[in-house]
């Protein structure tokens, strides 16, 4: 068993908002790879998954042993309310659940990208954060003033307003977010005010890193909830009157891709 | 996404159809047999203006869902990318095909079979016209 904490990316964003939602993981698949961790470790993380016109956010926390993989759904009243998909089912109102692969089982949760934080306890770093206008701004300068490089980041505390969105359809004809998440073809806009939230993501500083986790010119990649109402999805912004940050340095970044032996997939023959 | 052209029945898979040789331009045997529409090019008119025609399939007939003049994908790219340029449902069920116009000047053409798996295809209408299938 490995002592080493890693950043373990499936597919990448690039990819994803090209339209792959083919080169998907289950549950299954990412659990069996946190076996290879010591129980204890922290996971937090992002992703989302390949039910079509029903993507939703991923939300990863817990531990390598217990790991839990929060979705918020787009389809639900109000949007973006969180189950764990690894025991609870999305409620059968809204969009069925279909996922473009012939051969992934439609109810349950598939992703098509995931990037998930496995943390060593012992790299934690904590600061406090009081009334900044910009989460992220605040968290990428004091991450790019300690010198982090690959990190999972937990951010705890009380939010201001909170703009996030829900993914709803990445189309398989791609994706054009050049001119930021806009489009509500593609995405579920929320807007919050003051609550309590949790935020769950990843950060890579290297620019050569970002599509692998993100956009570009984009290190971090944050998806929270608020902790009482249990809704969430996409931070876009928060305003953060005051909340506790744990960033947890990453030795490895482990980029999987799975199922890439044919390039174009299977259709049906009849 | 990159596009590739139809893979051959032995490089995919075993067997194939025959359904798929009346001039059809999605006419891959290894992707295109089960496939929810069947995209023909009329050619052109005293005018020179073809006609990409989409028919869906399904409830045992096919039918002629979408008809796109040449001039839509000739003439300048659109301002936008993912443009629609018609949008029907597939006879037999409630499956829908849309066709998008693309900055690149390909036509996509998105369908779904009748479990709402999806097909996806791409209309490459330079040089000699041909579908493309996304690939990633």
């Not at chain 1, 904490?5 to 998907?24: E, K, P, Q």
């Not at chain 2, 399904?58 to 994908?73: A, R």
Request: one cysteine or more.
């Amino acid at each position: 068993m490995t002592q080493r904490s890693a950043l373990m990316i499936y597919n990448t964003v690039d990819r994803l908002l090209r339209g792959d939602l083919f080169h998907t993981v289950t549950t299954a698949d990412v659990i069996e790879d946190l076996a290879a961790f010591p129980d204890d470790y922290p996971i937090v993380g992002v992703g989302t998954t390949s039910w079509m016109r029903r993507n939703g956010e991923i939300i990863a926390e817990g531990t390598a042993r217990v790991p839990k993989f929060l979705w918020a759904d787009p389809e639900s009243q109000p949007v973006g309310q969180v189950i764990d998909v690894c025991w609870q089912r999305p409620t059968p109102n809204g969009q069925a659940l279909v996922t473009p692969r012939l051969d992934d089982n439609d109810q349950e949760a598939n992703f098509p990208f995931m990037a998930l934080a496995v943390c060593n306890p012992a790299t934690a770093l904590h600061w406090q954060i009081t009334d900044a206008e910009n989460l992220h701004e605040a968290l990428i300068a004091e991450m790019t003033a300690r010198n982090v490089g690959v990190a999972g980041v937990e951010v705890r505390g009380t939010f201001g307003n909170v703009d996030t969105t829900d993914a709803y359809n990445v189309p398989l004809g791609g994706l054009d977010l050049s001119k930021g998440y806009v489009g509500d073809q593609h995405f579920r806009f929320s807007h919050y005010e003051s609550a309590e939230w949790v935020g769950r993501g990843v950060f890579t500083i290297n620019p050569s890193l970002h599509p692998f986790i993100s956009v570009a010119g984009h290190p971090l990649h944050l998806h929270g909830y608020r902790a009482e109402a249990k809704d969430g999805g996409h931070i876009v912004r928060a305003q953060v009157m005051t909340a506790e940050v744990t960033v947890w340095l990453l030795d490895d970044l482990i980029l999987r891709i799975h199922d890439v032996a044919h390039a174009v997939m299977p259709m049906k023959a009849v | 996404m990159i596009l590739l052209q139809g893979a051959t029945p032995s490089a995919l898979a075993q067997g194939g159809c025959l359904n798929v040789r009346d001039s059809r331009l999605n006419n891959s045997t290894a992707l295109d047999c089960g496939a929810p529409v069947v995209v023909y090019l009329q050619p052109g008119n005293d005018l020179g203006i073809g006609y990409l025609e989409i028919y869906g399939v399904g409830g045992g007939k096919s039918q002629l869902l979408i008809s796109i003049p040449s001039i839509t994908y000739e003439i300048a790219p659109p301002a936008r990318d993912r443009t629609l340029i018609e949008g029907a449902v597939i006879p037999g069920g409630n499956q829908s095909v849309g066709a998008y116009l693309m900055l690149d000047g390909t036509v996509l053409i998105e369908a779904a079979y009748q479990d709402g798996k999806p097909y996806v295809i791409v209309f490459d209408p330079d040089g000699s016209p041909r579908i493309l299938y996304i690939a990633f």
